[in-house]
């Protein structure tokens, strides 16, 4: 069986990783390698690199920086930002990127998603769909971090991803953005509904049961979240082992303990002490010799 990813998302405006609150304001975070090595070290299953600054100032992909995250990480990688052309697929794969993340191009000119996926794989392209709900109440995408709409929705964007051979979709909620609410579990319904290829749910991620209710609930093959995993190294852990026990398939690392705890109402690891329950950060044991 396969197993459900847990992905953290990465963006990077003007060279610093920042925390987003829908699509509007940005809190800076830090550097972008140091952010993949602390990822990497704290057992997250992929990472998606997003510079959402590059199509708005019609700049290429930064090589140099993917050069020097690729290094700070042993999971899969895959890189957003200025991507217009198969030549910026193919840099961006050589400078150390597993995938590459196609927005505004996936859109004005999906034949991009057709001959990077016949040059490169389908499964080296994804296409990321931002969208939030119009006046009519009805999902819209958005590009260009969310200032310029599209006039379509989210499922026409993805059957057409589809259609041209995208390998999955990043779908993205701008209106739960930063808001700790949860997924938007309609949209994300929506669009796994439509489509066989993978969907990523993201958006609005503050527990959790969040992840949980992306996979059980949206159907979603992947969960990830951006600000929920910044400032602690147990927002990996914890979410891995609230899933677990609850019965859902995701990557264990041997050398963590994820048995017989429970969780506090916020969402922390806690055990049993008679009746009570005492917080945990988390219990470390020695790494099996395989």
Not at 232 to 254: A, C, F, M, P, Q
Request: contains cysteine; proline residues 3%; aromatic residues 8%.
């Amino acid at each position: 069986m396969l197993k459900n990813r847990i992905v953290a998302t990465l963006l990077v405006h003007d060279g610093i990783v920042v925390q987003s609150v829908n699509f509007k304001k940005y809190l800076p975070i830090g550097q972008v390698d140091i952010a993949v090595e602390f990822l990497n070290d704290w057992g997250i299953d992929e990472i998606v690199l997003l510079d959402i600054k590059a199509t708005l100032q019609n700049r290429s992909p930064n090589l140099t920086m993917i050069s020097q995250a690729s290094k700070k990480g042993f999971v899969p990688l895959t890189v957003g930002g200025g991507i217009k052309t198969v030549s910026d697929i193919k840099n961006v794969i050589q400078s150390g990127a597993d995938k590459v993340s196609i927005n505004y191009a996936a859109i004005t000119q999906p034949s991009l998603i057709e001959e990077g996926a016949i040059i490169f794989g389908n499964q080296c392209i994804m296409v990321s769909i931002d969208t939030r709900k119009n006046q009519d109440g009805q999902y819209e995408v958005f590009t260009q971090s969310g200032r310029l709409s599209m006039g379509k929705s989210p499922v026409e964007v993805a059957k057409i991803s589809e259609d041209y051979g995208a390998g999955e979709i990043l779908l993205n909620s701008i209106d739960r953005d930063g808001s700790k609410q949860g997924y938007d579990i309609e949209l994300i319904q929506q669009v796994t509904d439509a489509v066989k290829i993978p969907v990523i749910a993201c958006g609005g991620v503050g527990h959790p049961r969040h992840f949980l209710e992306g996979i059980t609930l949206g159907k979603a093959s992947a969960v990830a979240a951006g600000n929920y995993f910044h400032f602690t190294e147990h927002s990996v852990i914890t979410t891995k082992s609230y899933l677990e026990n609850d019965g859902i398939e995701v990557r264990l690392n041997t050398y963590a303990h994820y048995k017989d705890f429970n969780f506090l109402e916020t969402g922390r690891l806690a055990r049993k002490i008679d009746e009570d329950l005492e917080e945990l950060r988390f219990t470390y044991h020695p790494k099996e010799i395989i």
